[in-house]
C-alpha cells in the first residue's frame, strides 16, 4: 500500500512511522493509501529544518523569491492535470472543480510574484533637524498552516505564497483525508529553486497539530477548518505566543428579494449550493426567501436540482461527486432525518441515490428543504454537504436580522434588482464576504479572504494585503548622521526640531 509520508528538507522522509492514517477514493469506498502521522519527534524536525532554511532565506532578495515564485507558477500550470487526479481521487469533487481550485490557488502565486511592490516601506525625511524615520517589515520566522480536506490545493495556497515571498519558512499540516496534493505542491516548489526546507509538508491528525501549536519555535499559526477546531487553534496557539489567523465554519445566506430575476437567482442557488457537494465554506446552504420570492424561486430550483448529474469525480459528465468519507455521508444523511422530524418540507430527497457501478462510493444525491425555521437543527448546523434550505420571511428588514443573528458570519449574498436595498445590505449586514447578485463571493487574491464572527478567529484575513501583514513585522527605524560638532549631552526628552 502507498505511504504518503512527510516532505522535510526538500524530500519525502524516508522512516515509515508506527501511527498511519487510511485514505480512500470517495467514488469507489476503497481505500488507496496510507498516510503518515507525525508524532511531535517529527515536528521538531522539521521545524529544525525550517529554522535552518529561514536563516538564508531571510536574507534572499526579493527578486530572487519572486523569479522562484513566478517559475513555480509555471510547473504548476504544467501539472495541472497531474494535481487534478491527486485532489480528484482523494476529495472526490469533479476535475472541473478540481482544476478550478488550483487556478484560484494559481492567483495567490501570481499576487505573491508582486513582492518587491508589496514589501516597500514608507520614508520620512526630516521627521525632526536631519533626522529621517522609515518602516520596514521583516518575515517572522517558521510559520506553519493547518488546512482542511475540501480545497487541499486552494487554501494552503492562500497561505503559503505569501508566507514564503514575505521570507519566512513554512510548514503545512494538511487535511489527513486527501494528503497527496500537498506532497505534489511542495515538490514543484522544489524543482524552481526553493531550498528544501522553506515549504515543508507534516502530515497528521492532532498530536501533529498540537505539536505545532506548542512548539518554542514556530511563530505564527494559519488555520482554516470548523469551528470548535478554529478556537482551539486560536486559543491554545496564541496562549503560546502565536500569532494566530485561525478562519472556521459557516452558514451561508442568500437572501433574494421579490424583485430579483427569479432564473438568475435559481442558477445561482443551485450551483452554490450543490457545487462541490455542498463541501465548500462558501458554499450557500441558506436561501432566504422574502414575501413572494419563496413560491417564485422553489419551482426554478426544483427544476434545475432535478437535472443535476452525481457520479464520480472522475466522469467529465458528472457536474456533482461523492462526500469525502462514509462518515460525512453518514451524517448528512441524519441531517435530513432530524429535518423531517423537526417539521421542515423536505421537498427532495438524494439518499436512495444509487451510483451504477459505484455502490460502495460515499453518494448522497441534493436534498431540498423548504418552511425551514431557524431553530431547526438544520438551519442551526453547517451541514457541509448538498442539502439547500429554504428559510421564507415576510420583510427584508427580518431577513437581514436573520443573517446577523446567525453566529456564522463567512459569506452572504443579495440577489437583488434594487440598487438601493443592495447598498443597504452591503452596509449592514454583519458577514466578511458579501456577494451582490453573486452567489459565492470570493475574493480575488489582491483582496483578503476571511470571515465575521464564528468564522473567524484573529484579526487578519489570509491572503492580499492581510496575509502580507500577517507574515511580517513592522520595524521603524529613526536615523540621524550628526556632525561630530553637534555632540553634548542632554537628559530631556527627545524634542523634535
Ligand atoms: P476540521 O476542522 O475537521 O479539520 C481541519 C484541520 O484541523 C485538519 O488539518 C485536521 O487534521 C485538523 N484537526 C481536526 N481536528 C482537530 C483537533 N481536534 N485538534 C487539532 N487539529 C484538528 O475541518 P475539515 O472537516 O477538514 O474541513 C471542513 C471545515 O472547514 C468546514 O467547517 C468548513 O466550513 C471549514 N472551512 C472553512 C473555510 C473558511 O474559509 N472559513 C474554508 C474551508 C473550509
Redesign the pocket.
Known amino acids: 500500500m502507498k505511504v504518503v509520508n512527510h516532505w522535510i528538507g526538500g524530500r519525502e522522509y524516508d522512516v515509515v512511522p508506527d501511527r498511519l492514517g487510511d485514505v480512500y477514493d470517495p467514488a469507489t469506498g476503497e481505500r488507496t493509501a496510507q498516510v503518515a502521522f507525525a508524532d511531535p519527534g517529527v515536528v521538531d524536525t522539521a521545524v529544525a529544518v525550517a529554522k535552518d532554511a529561514y536563516q538564508e532565506w531571510r536574507n534572499s532578495s526579493m527578486m530572487q523569491r519572486a523569479k522562484i515564485l513566478f517559475a513555480y507558477r509555471d510547473l504548476v500550470e504544467e501539472h495541472l492535470q497531474d494535481i487534478v487526479t491527486a485532489i480528484t481521487s482523494e476529495h472526490g469533487k469533479v476535475r472541473s472543480d478540481a482544476l478550478g481550485e488550483i487556478n484560484k490557488g494559481l492567483e495567490v502565486v501570481e499576487f505573491a510574484c508582486g513582492i518587491p511592490h508589496l514589501l516597500k516601506g514608507e520614508f520620512s525625511e526630516n521627521v525632526s533637524r536631519e533626522v529621517d524615520s522609515y518602516s520596514i517589515r521583516q518575515p517572522l520566522g517558521v510559520v506553519a498552516g493547518?488546512?482542511?480536506?475540501?480545497?487541499p490545493a486552494m487554501?494552503p495556497m492562500?497561505m503559503y505564497p505569501v508566507a514564503i515571498a514575505c521570507g519566512n519558512s513554512f510548514i503545512l499540516?494538511?487535511?489527513?483525508?486527501d494528503p497527496s496534493t500537498a506532497n505534489l505542491l511542495a515538490e514543484l516548489f522544489g524543482k524552481a529553486g526553493l531550498p528544501g526546507g522553506v515549504f515543508q509538508v507534516v502530515h497528521?491528525?492532532?498530536v501533529?497539530?498540537?505539536s505545532l501549536?506548542r512548539h518554542p519555535d514556530v511563530a505564527a499559526i494559519s488555520?482554516?477548518?470548523?469551528?470548535?477546531?478554529?478556537r482551539?487553534?486560536y486559543e491554545?496557539a496564541a496562549s503560546h505566543g502565536k500569532r494566530v489567523q485561525a478562519?472556521?465554519?459557516?452558514k451561508n445566506h442568500m437572501v433574494v428579494l421579490p424583485d430579483a430575476n427569479m432564473d438568475l437567482a435559481a442558477d445561482a442557488a443551485v450551483s452554490a449550493a450543490y457545487g462541490s457537494t455542498g463541501?465548500?465554506?462558501?458554499?450557500i446552504s441558506a436561501v432566504v426567501a422574502v414575501g413572494d420570492a419563496g413560491d417564485a424561486l422553489l419551482g426554478k430550483v426544483k427544476e434545475r436540482v432535478e437535472k443535476l448529474k452525481v457520479g464520480p469525480g472522475g466522469d467529465p459528465d458528472a457536474e456533482m461527486g461523492p462526500l469525502?468519507t462514509a462518515q460525512?455521508r453518514d451524517k448528512v444523511a441524519s441531517y435530513i432525518e432530524t429535518g423531517v422530524t423537526e417539521g421542515a418540507d423536505l421537498v427532495i430527497d438524494g439518499r436512495d441515490l444509487k451510483v451504477d457501478g459505484h455502490e460502495s462510493g460515499y453518494f448522497i444525491g441534493p436534498c431540498l428543504f423548504d418552511n425551514v425555521t431557524t431553530e431547526m437543527t438544520v438551519y442551526t448546523d453547517?451541514i457541509?454537504g448538498p442539502v439547500l434550505i429554504m428559510v421564507r420571511t415576510e420583510t427584508y428588514e427580518e431577513a437581514l436580522s436573520i443573517v446577523n443573528a446567525n453566529p456564522y458570519g463567512?459569506g452572504t449574498a443579495i440577489f437583488t434588482n434594487d440598487g438601493g436595498a443592495a447598498r443597504m445590505f452591503q452596509h449592514d449586514v454583519e458577514v466578511g464576504m458579501v456577494g451582490i447578485n453573486v452567489p459565492i463571493p470570493v475574493p480575488m487574491a489582491f483582496f483578503s479572504?476571511?470571515?465575521w464572527k464564528a468564522?473567524?478567529f484573529g484579526d487578519s484575513h489570509?491572503h492580499g494585503k492581510e496575509g502580507v501583514h500577517f507574515y511580517t513585522r513592522g520595524k521603524v527605524v529613526t536615523a540621524r548622521w550628526p556632525d561630530p560638532s553637534q555632540r553634548g549631552v542632554n537628559l530631556g526628552f527627545p524634542q523634535t526640531n
Open positions: 493547518i488546512t482542511p480536506f475540501n480545497f487554501v492562500w499540516k494538511p487535511s489527513e483525508k497528521g491528525d492532532k501533529a497539530v498540537d501549536l488555520s482554516v477548518g470548523s469551528t470548535p477546531v478554529a482551539y487553534i491554545t478562519l472556521g465554519g459557516a463541501q465548500r465554506c462558501m458554499a469525502v460525512a453547517e457541509f463567512n479572504f476571511g470571515g468564522s473567524l489570509v
